[in-house]
């Protein structure tokens, strides 16, 4: 145990006679501490698989927001699972991206382990753009909700374990948070059998020390919502001043290093050698998290229909060129229905998944009825 762990271990232990008592007697429950410092372990939310230690990743995230001060404790979320306990902060990044790729919680438990056939800690995290707290953040929409279940808990189910862990995004579940002040929330959605959590957040220090706010944008306190922030603002809580003032969770927010990893979105249209189609295709770049869209005007025909895929290719057809690989194994990509409209438009989501960084195709429009007319190929890369 290095010395600033002692130091804190020392501080945390003098919330015996400097705890908060307002907070006991309306709710009944203490911070736990526990003997041993957390353990360590990594969710993948695209496989549901737990893994230890951290697994790496080829996204380039960088760390843009950190609360890690961890007091020794946790607190329970009071009655389970309806109980949310809200802290917030002001997050300020450098990274050039607002993409959120993995944020990092930690949480204590007194759940038996899944490995020891219990079912594991349970709780809801859910993240807030413009959170102000103090009450103030009442049907805020979340950016983010992870309902998790089954996650690394107590070896005996009855000492608490403390875990830091780390939620990987990437693959489908990444979200944006603007610059700026946001709140993060934690509800244990476990019972132990008396109408209590099991789980609740790992407690970190908060504030400058004289009841102002740290370099985080956090003071020491934070919000009770019941039954989350569409319910009743219960209350503003602390556990005390110093050197009890950890009333804030242990979370981190890791965002795409836009530096490392930025790939802009682009289209850059192409026809044919002999220039045999006619070049009327149009489309956006496709933008994570936004859409792709195309056009074509009919100019006489009776409708148009719009195909991509992975790879190019230019082989003359009987009304033209074909322009992109119908035969590439990922198949047609854009699974549309001919459009009778003039001009003839499309519009697809572009996933928000880092995965998709960087990936090619083609697109390329027919126009029938009145003769069918190919046109040339727009070459699109999926980016920022």
Request: glycine share 16%; hydrophobic share 40%.
């Given at each position: 145990m290095d010395d600033d762990m002692r130091l804190h271990r020392w501080r945390a232990l003098v919330l015996v006679g400097t705890l908060f008592l307002g907070w006991t007697a309306a709710h009944g429950q203490l911070p736990t501490i526990s003997p041993d410092p957390p353990r360590r372990a990594s969710l993948c939310l695209a496989t549901g698989e737990v893994a230890v230690p951290v697994a790496s990743r080829?996204?380039?995230?960088?760390?843009?927001?950190?609360?890690?001060?961890?007091?020794?404790?946790?607190?329970?979320?009071?009655?389970?699972?309806?109980?949310?306990?809200?802290?917030?902060?002001?997050?300020?990044?450098?990274?050039?991206?607002?993409?959120?790729?993995?944020?990092?919680?930690g949480y204590g438990t007194t759940a038996l382990d899944p490995a020891a056939g219990g079912p594991g800690a349970s709780l809801t995290l859910r993240i807030y753009p413009g959170g102000l707290g103090l009450g103030q953040d009442g049907g805020l929409p979340p950016a983010a909700e992870f309902v998790l279940t089954g996650l690394?808990?107590?070896?005996?189910?009855?000492?608490?374990?403390?875990?830091?862990?780390?939620?990987?995004?990437?693959?489908?579940?990444?979200?944006?948070?603007?610059?700026?002040?946001?709140?993060?929330?934690?509800?244990?959605?476990d019972d132990d059998g008396?109408?209590?959590?099991?789980?609740g957040p790992m407690l970190c220090f908060a504030?400058?020390?004289?009841?102002?706010?740290?370099a985080n944008g956090q003071v020491n306190f934070f919000d009770l919502w019941y039954p989350d922030l569409d319910g009743t603002y219960n209350g503003t809580y602390s556990f005390g001043v110093a050197p009890s003032d950890f009333a804030s969770w242990y979370f981190e927010v890791w965002t795409l290093d836009a530096v490392a990893g930025g790939i802009t979105a682009s289209v850059v249209t192409r026809n044919d050698a002999g220039q045999t189609n006619a070049a009327v295709f149009s489309c956006t770049p496709p933008?994570?998290?936004?859409?792709?869209?195309?056009?074509?005007?009919?100019?006489?025909?009776?409708?148009?229909?719009?195909?991509?895929?992975?790879?190019?290719?230019?082989f003359p057809f009987t009304h033209g060129v074909l322009l992109v690989d119908l035969l590439h194994p990922a198949g047609e990509l854009l699974g549309l229905m001919p459009v009778a409209a003039d001009p003839a438009?499309?519009?697809?989501?572009?996933?928000?998944?880092?995965?998709?960084?960087?990936?090619?195709?083609s697109a390329q429009a027919v126009r029938y009825g009145g003769g069918i007319s190919l046109t040339n190929a727009c070459d699109a890369v999926i980016g920022l």
């Open positions: 080829s996204i380039p995230l960088v760390q843009t927001w950190a609360n890690t001060d961890w007091s020794g404790f946790h607190t329970p979320c009071g009655a389970g699972p309806v109980d949310e306990y809200l802290d917030w902060g002001i997050l300020s990044t450098s990274s050039g991206s607002d993409i959120v790729g993995k944020v990092t919680i690394p808990g107590s070896s005996d189910g009855v000492a608490p374990a403390h875990w830091v862990l780390d939620l990987d995004l990437v693959g489908g579940s990444e979200f944006r948070l603007p610059q700026g002040p946001f709140a993060y929330s934690v509800t244990g959605t008396f109408g209590q959590s099991r789980t504030g400058d020390g004289a009841g102002g706010a740290d933008v994570l998290g936004s859409s792709f869209t195309g056009s074509v005007p009919l100019d006489g025909h009776s409708w148009a229909a719009f195909g991509a895929y992975r790879a190019p290719l230019e438009t499309f519009a697809v989501p572009v996933p928000l998944d880092l995965t998709l960084l960087g990936f090619g195709f």
